[in-house]
């Protein structure tokens, strides 16, 4: 006779009571009750202590070697998986103690802001953890924007030091010859006549500086509420906003991250692995496949493999034929990131029928109501998960996995147990019925302590009862699954990279015959969307130049955003609009929906999926 699966309800008991790693207890913060993990470290720098020494000996990290421009020629075929170093937590320690040794000598203190702007790479985890070991506050830069917005960025947060890859380097280094600017020192993590490097620093023996390091003076304030992280989050105005954090606000996607595949196990009538069992298991290899500036990627996948000592296999840059290869060659155990990302692997021809893989997760991106059941086709053996959060809510609020997933494609899930999920009417804020689509709000110890410099957009984003808006359409059902409707925001989300419109439309109206523009979302059956716009031209140009008006044509148009933008923000379509205004309300406010219609139209008839593609290999 088969056992009668567990309810909901008597999961979360199980998975929650006293003695469970996902233990909760109610703590005050900020004059709020909230529901906190019981057994959270109390900070990164615990955390990241105990866990590197427990894992002391297993490899770490697996990256490219660094490569200077240009590029050596490689064989037809390769694509140079081999060129990789490989590092233990051990190592990566011992380099972060050194780096954070110095780091003090310069004058980083605990609560500073340090800049971490590059690649994903080992140097970025060695800076990670040498700032976190100080207690500072490891501010993680995009390194794909143009130069301008890197330094707003920079500027905005207040930093006191900047650690950067070869090519940020490059492009930032003329600023340290015009004091005017005001940009804090900047050190590059490799050798380069750009800047300074701190290579030096992390092979020299400062025993002294390690131990006082070790020995955590100075850091007696250090506690779950400090600041802890600080990422980037756009908007609908386009301005980028520094999300800070506390400490005990960005470590619990750590366990939170946890919750779906824990519920699901117990739903499916399996145990959950006690820690030594999960010790004794051979050690599993994640891909990383995006930026570690993302929250992602660094709070979920990097903070995955910190707890359960995974090798965390780096790419630098995103390339299907690449992924395949260390799939094999690593013995890959766990994919994802964004939909787009599990997809393309799913369909690649290359990837062998039969894997290492055993864990599909993702989420950041809109997917398709049949991935699914698609991946579970595919990878019948691994475990599949998705979650809904944003950079504001330091990752996962919301997940779902298992059975549970399959039987409910088109939801994101249930809320971990330490957030909360409302449906609001978007103009009056008030809580709507279960089934009704409205604003979802959430609340819990993982959102966000505040916009940093921004405290008018904080003030709009978080009530007085902690609740944050996250500018997303959804509703629950009766069973309190969410389900992602549509977006308020006009971000266009391509490939996981959120691409605000209002830093397209800025883009292209410098251009000096654009007259006014809006920048729309495409469809995109791997990246899910990509950017294209809808524009009128000034009355003194026409596409075609007759009327001794100037000639301006599409291309024109987007080879003067090439360097205005960040690659993944160019429009791959802009259509000159053939009416002397674009399509506006009885208020006079343009119509996207009626514009984003006929673009899509246009976009199909050109079969711009060949098109987009092109541009996805850039």
């Known amino acids: 006779m088969s056992k009668k699966q567990l309810s909901i309800a008597e999961c979360h008991r199980l998975l929650s009571q006293p003695g469970s790693p996902l233990e909760t207890e109610e703590k005050v913060i ?16 615990e955390w990241i202590l105990l866990n590197y020494e427990k894992h002391k000996n297993k490899i770490f990290v697996s990256a490219p070697l660094p490569r200077r421009e240009p590029y050596p020629p490689l064989a037809e075929g390769d694509i140079g998986i081999d060129a990789r170093e490989y590092w233990t937590f051990g190592e990566i320690l011992d380099r972060g103690l050194k780096l954070a040794a110095w780091l003090r000598s310069r004058g980083i203190k605990l609560g500073d802001k340090v800049v971490i702007g590059g690649k994903n790479c080992a140097p970025w985890i060695v800076s990670y953890t040498a700032i976190h070991l100080l207690g500072a506050v490891p501010v993680c830069l995009n390194a794909w924007l143009p130069r301008e917005q890197l330094v707003y960025l920079i500027k905005l947060v207040d930093s006191k030091l900047l650690l950067l890859d070869e090519d940020r380097a490059r492009i ?29 620093v992390l092979s020299t023996p400062n025993p002294q500086g390690v131990q006082d390091i070790l020995d955590g003076g100075g850091l007696e304030e250090l506690g779950p509420e400090s600041d802890g992280m600080i990422f980037f989050s756009s908007g609908t105005s386009g301005v980028p906003k520094a999300v800070l954090s506390t400490q005990r606000a960005s470590l619990s996607s750590a366990l939170s991250g946890m919750v779906g595949f824990a519920r699901a196990l117990l739903r499916a009538g399996l145990p959950i692995p006690t820690p030594e069992e999960t010790a004794a298991e051979p050690q599993k290899a994640i891909l990383l496949s995006v930026p570690l500036f993302h929250v992602t990627a660094c709070l979920q996948w990097l903070s995955r493999s910190i707890t359960f000592g995974n090798t965390l296999v780096v790419s630098d840059k995103w390339d299907i034929k690449e992924a395949v290869q260390l799939i094999q060659k690593e013995k890959i155990t766990s994919i994802g990131g964004v939909p787009a990302i599990a997809s393309q692997i799913m369909q690649s021809p290359d990837l062998p029928r039969y894997t290492t893989i055993d864990g599909v997760f993702y989420g950041g991106a809109p997917c398709s109501k049949g991935l699914a059941s698609q991946i579970s086709n595919r990878f019948p053996n691994a475990d599949l998960s998705q979650g809904y959060g944003l950079t504001e809510t330091n990752a996962i609020a919301v997940s779902i996995a298992g059975q ?55 003030r709009e984003a978080i009530d007085d009862e902690g609740w944050f808006n996250t500018g997303d359409v ?41 007259d006014e523009v809006a920048a729309i979302a495409l469809p995109h059956p791997i990246l899910g969307e ?41 429009p791959v379509m802009v259509m000159i609009w053939k009416e002397l205004d674009l399509p506006r309300n009885v208020n006079g406010k343009i119509i996207k929906r009626k514009i984003r219609d006929i673009a899509r139209e246009e976009w199909a008839r050109r079969n711009g999926i060949k098109q987009v593609d092109e541009q996805a290999k850039m």
């Open 30 to 45: 900020f004059g709020r009750r909230t529901k906190v993990w019981k057994n959270q470290a109390p900070h990164f720098r």
């Open 172 to 200: 930032l280094s003329p600023y340290t010859r015009i004091p005017e600017f005001g940009l804090p020192p900047m050190y590059c993590w490799s050798d380069t006549t750009y800047l300074p490097s701190i290579i030096e």
């Open 404 to 458: 549970d997933y399959l039987d409910r494609p088109e939801s994101t899930g249930l809320p971990v147990f330490t957030s909360e999920v409302k449906i609001a009417d978007p103009d009056t804020l008030k809580e709507v019925p279960v089934g009704q689509k409205g604003v979802i709000l959430l609340r819990g110890v993982n959102v966000m302590k505040c916009y940093y410099n921004n405290e008018k957009a904080t």
């Open 474 to 514: 959804g509703c629950l059902d009766e069973e309190g699954f969410l389900y992602m409707k549509d977006r308020i925001k006009d971000l266009i989300i391509r490939g996981g990279e959120n691409i605000a419109s209002q830093d397209v439309e800025n883009a292209l109206t410098s251009h000096p015959h654009v």
């Open 530 to 570: 990509t950017v294209g716009a809808a524009l009128t031209l000034r009355a003194t140009a026409s596409e075609t130049g007759k009327g001794g008006k100037v000639k301006v044509t599409e291309d024109d148009i987007i080879k003067h955003v090439r360097g205005k933008l960040a690659k993944h923000a160019v």
